[in-house]
């Protein structure tokens, strides 16, 4: 029996495909900003491209489903113990039709990417196959697999922002710096939350590979790289003032994170502080703008 619409939704994760979407945006719009304040510039603040950054929202929103649809695929033993309920394991989509689904959705964003200019459409290929090479293979993979979600999360700001060309991968390349340092800090932190599950499992993460407490120190160290870079869009008119007091309270989410996982040993809470903290980041991009 085919699955139907609401269960292709399910599997695609519509809601992280939605979030990633309006980041990538962000991106197009900061650039856009960027661009238009340069003297002399090319681009006039009366002509931001609508269709494109729709087009843009469109081709995360489809990669982004395909990657969470393939990592299902590569997931099922897994899923059927832990989450049943996801639409594989629970009998709503076979693997066949997943695989074909995540092919379909990856074929579709990536074709659109191309229709926007060669270097969005070479990034929609690239992040396409690391996200299908990290479903396969970098998940089980000890730091690699960190620093690969670090960078597809971190890169969404530069696919909108590339929608200028190499201009608008430039005047966005220290947001995506800092993105991809705090994603995969918390990447980190969260494989420490999940040793004895993953442990159970036989999954070999950084934590079980070099030690709960190593890996701590080393999330902690690219924590702070994040807050000790954070200053820098300001600095480097990227954003304007308001970043810098938003982002303030970013900084004390992360350093309050570190504070729960080297101080309380409680790294279920410092996932949660690092994940406040990257809302306000987020919030702290749309403020400078």
């Not at 085919?2 to 979030?19: D, P, Q, W």
């Not at 396409?128 to 970098?138: C, D, E, G, R």
């Not at 709960?212 to 000790?228: F, P, Q, R, T």
């Not at 303030?248 to 903290?277: C, E, H, T, V």
Request: proline share 4%.
């Amino acid at each position: 029996m085919s699955a139907g619409v609401r269960t292709y939704l399910e599997i695609m994760r519509y809601e992280n495909c939605f979030m990633a979407s309006f980041a990538a945006v962000i991106g197009t719009l900061i650039a856009f900003n960027i661009l238009t304040s340069n003297a002399p510039s090319s681009y006039s603040p009366e002509q931001f491209p609508f269709f494109l950054s729709g087009l843009v929202f469109l081709v995360v929103f489809l990669i982004s489903g395909a990657g969470n649809t393939i990592n299902d695929y590569f997931d099922v033993r897994i899923d059927s113990i832990n989450r049943p309920d996801r639409p594989i394991p629970s009998g709503r989509m076979n693997l066949k039709e997943a695989l074909y689904f995540s092919y379909v959705l990856f074929a579709l964003g990536t074709l659109l990417a191309f229709s926007i200019n060669p270097i969005c459409g070479v990034i929609a290929l690239f992040n396409s196959l690391m996200l299908i090479f990290y479903a396969k293979t970098l998940k089980g993979t000890p730091l690699f697999g960190n620093l690969s979600i670090g960078y597809l999360t971190g890169s969404t700001f530069l696919f909108g922002a590339s929608v200028f060309g190499l201009e608008g991968l430039k005047a966005l390349f220290v947001l995506f710096l800092l993105a991809a340092l705090a994603i995969t800090a918390r990447e980190i932190v969260k494989d420490i939350e999940d040793m004895e599950g993953d442990k159970m499992e036989g999954a070999d993460t950084l934590p079980l590979r070099v030690g709960a407490k190593k890996a701590s120190y080393l999330a902690v160290l690219i924590g702070l790289l994040a807050v000790v870079f954070s200053p820098l869009p300001y600095l480097l008119s990227v954003l304007g003032l308001h970043y810098l007091y938003f982002v303030l309270l970013a900084d004390l989410g992360f350093l309050a994170a570190i504070y729960q996982l080297l101080a309380r040993n409680n790294p279920a809470k410092s996932s949660k502080m690092f994940k406040i903290a990257m809302f306000f980041a987020l919030i702290a991009f749309i403020a400078g703008v």
